[in-house]
């Protein structure tokens, strides 16, 4: 297959079809399912680009920054669960890359990086625009290759797919030479490609443990369960099954940042996020628990809190396909390892099969306990009739968005925290965010991935005046190929997390956290072609999100909050969940009493 004719969809390559490396890139995208790729082109992925152009099934979105190539792989992959797939030439293409490979590495996103490298014959000379790809993201993907031989390229290609989508899934990166990509190969299609026998992850539970659990469970009179990510990377199965188990156990359910909307926000059982930031009731929870059902979830330290003070009288179930998470940080009283879906399939039907012998009333005091806790209200703030609020503003746009086709991606700072603490996520693979690595910068780009695997869905990146300024060149992105990304900015002059740190942990020294020299957001919109919007005013604020909504174009939404609001509950650093600061408690008096793990003053 060669020439200069267009390739299009539904075109199958004859057994031993003669390609060249180019050809094969593009074939082997297809063969795995394939319809967009986020790239930037160089000089080591030109021959990759030449094929690019004489095909028009698979859309190339050409992006900006190869960093926005990453995180709009990652939004597009988390919002359909897809492999998400990225194109960068060699040297700073690849180094660019590392932050988006690590930010999936970090959050189990299935990514394929395709990296262009100088020909073979210079590995190893400092040729221009030569580094060492596979060296410098071994740490950061589950595994790389470097192609010396174009017969391996298709093989190595369906294998990448295969790894970056099966067990935990995670980003991998194909190293291709330039020269290997003109020479002339074999194709093979995925199903005769030869499988990596060492790396074969384990889906199914171990039966016995799985009846422990159930078992442990069914004698739980203070029980919870704990969801992650990984529930949603399992698939939609997987979060209908845990909806079901915990209808049939009547057990409370609290999640992670990365797990929101496997359970519905609007579920009777449900306690709201866990960690740092998360609720009163779900922290308390926790705390009290004597049995632990952890789903999908990896124990990180801004779940945890203090290690030795961390949910310390509860039996814990772990369920994980990784397992290097499962004793990690926390050790576990029933290790299960297996994928999340099959493993909630056989514990729904054990569980059904013995409920007859469940006594759902033993629970009773622990619901008592549960409602009295969320009668605390934790996330309540003083509203303002003269300022807009940040929690108001992200309660305005939840409420007039709620009802539509929505997608959320974020940045990271305390815009991230409140909108999972005020958006209520009813549907899986609906929230986009960077949890692990705590990206600033994700947001943006992530929803330019989610628009367009989603064109006529509303899309909007709840944002910070510091984090949208990380990846802003990305709106060049938008208005080219017509996606209509909306980015509402809580924009408060500061590095918002960051400030509220200096304030509760350094004494109030406000160093370079506020930022002097600010754009014009909506000027800067409407030089890239887009949409510019500012509100200041509370009373003013419903009518200007509906004119973002309904704006056809990419919208930057300048939505001026309070400068000095702080994002509580706030879990101060080396304290247990039960020694939350609350809203009405995070005084300066009270900041100032709040004694760390070595019993120094915070303050």
Request: hydrophobic share 40%; with cysteine.
């Amino acid at each position: 297959m060669s020439g200069t004719e267009t390739k299009t969809a539904g075109t199958q390559p004859a057994a031993g079809t003669q390609m060249t490396g180019a050809e094969i890139v593009l074939q082997a995208l297809r063969d795995n399912g394939v319809e967009h790729i986020f790239g930037y082109p160089g000089g080591a992925v030109l021959p990759i680009y030449d094929e690019i152009h004489q095909q028009d099934d698979i859309q190339h979105i050409l992006v900006r920054h190869e960093q926005g190539a990453g995180h709009m792989a990652e939004g597009y992959a988390r919002s359909t669960g897809k492999v998400g797939v990225m194109l960068v030439t060699s040297g700073p293409g690849a180094t660019n890359a590392v932050t988006p490979l690590q930010d999936a590495l970090m959050d189990s996103i299935p990514l394929v990086c395709l990296s262009g490298q100088v020909p073979t014959t210079l590995i190893g000379s400092d040729a221009f625009q030569e580094c060492d790809t596979v060296g410098i993201t071994r740490p950061c993907t589950k595994h790389n290759w470097l192609v010396k031989d174009v017969n391996e390229l298709a093989g190595i290609i369906h294998e990448a797919f295969r790894v970056a989508q099966s067990g935990r899934p995670g980003p991998v990166v194909v190293d291709i030479p330039k020269d290997v990509q003109f020479a002339t190969g074999t194709y093979i299609p995925p199903s005769a490609a030869k499988i990596q026998k060492s790396y074969q992850p384990r889906v199914q539970g171990d039966l016995k443990q799985i009846e422990q659990a159930v078992e442990l469970m069914m004698t739980a009179r203070r029980p919870v369960i704990y969801s992650g990510g990984g529930v949603i990377n399992s698939g939609k199965e997987a979060s209908q099954l845990l909806r079901e188990l915990v209808q049939l156990t009547d057990f409370p359910i609290t999640s992670t940042l990365m797990g929101l909307g496997a359970y519905p926000a609007s579920g009777k059982n449900w306690l709201g996020m866990l960690g740092m930031h998360g609720t009163y009731e779900a922290n308390l929870a926790m705390h009290d628990c004597d049995v632990m059902v952890c789903i999908g979830a990896r124990f990180d330290d801004r779940i945890t809190g203090r290690l030795n003070a961390f949910s310390p009288n509860s039996k814990k179930i772990h369920i994980d396909i990784d397992p290097s998470s499962i004793n990690k940080n926390v050790r576990v009283d029933i290790p299960i390892l297996g994928d999340v879906g099959r493993v909630l399939e056989d514990m729904v039907r054990l569980w059904r099969a013995k409920a007859g012998g469940v006594d759902k009333a033993r629970m009773d005091d622990w619901w008592t306990s549960i409602a009295r806790w969320r009668a605390r209200n934790s996330l309540a703030y003083k509203p303002s009739d003269e300022v807009i609020m940040p929690q108001y503003a992200l309660q305005r746009l939840f409420d007039l968005t709620k009802d539509r086709d929505t997608y959320i991606t974020t940045e990271v700072g305390q815009h991230q925290m409140w909108a999972a603490q005020f958006f209520g996520f009813e549907e899986p693979n609906r929230w986009m965010t960077s949890g692990g690595l705590g990206t600033m910068g994700y947001g943006f780009p992530a929803a330019i991935g989610v628009q367009v695997a989603h064109p006529d869905s509303l899309v909007i990146d709840i944002a910070g005046d510091a984090s949208i300024q990380m990846c802003i060149q990305e709106m060049s992105c938008a208005v080219q190929y017509g996606l209509p990304v909306k980015i509402f900015i809580l924009n408060n002059q500061y590095m918002g997390m960051v400030r509220q740190w200096q304030q509760l942990l350094h004494g109030n020294r406000l160093s370079n956290s506020y930022t002097e020299a600010m754009p014009d957001f909506v000027k800067l919109a409407e030089a890239y072609g887009g949409v510019g919007i500012r509100c200041e005013k509370p009373g003013e604020l419903d009518d200007a999100i509906i004119r973002m909504i309904d704006s056809p174009a990419p919208v930057i939404f300048d939505c001026r909050v309070a400068n000095l609001a702080n994002c509580f509950p706030m879990i101060p650093s080396g304290k247990a969940h039960n020694e939350m600061l609350l809203p009405d408690e995070a005084t300066d008096e009270a900041v100032a009493n709040a004694i760390d793990a070595k019993g120094r003053q915070l303050v």
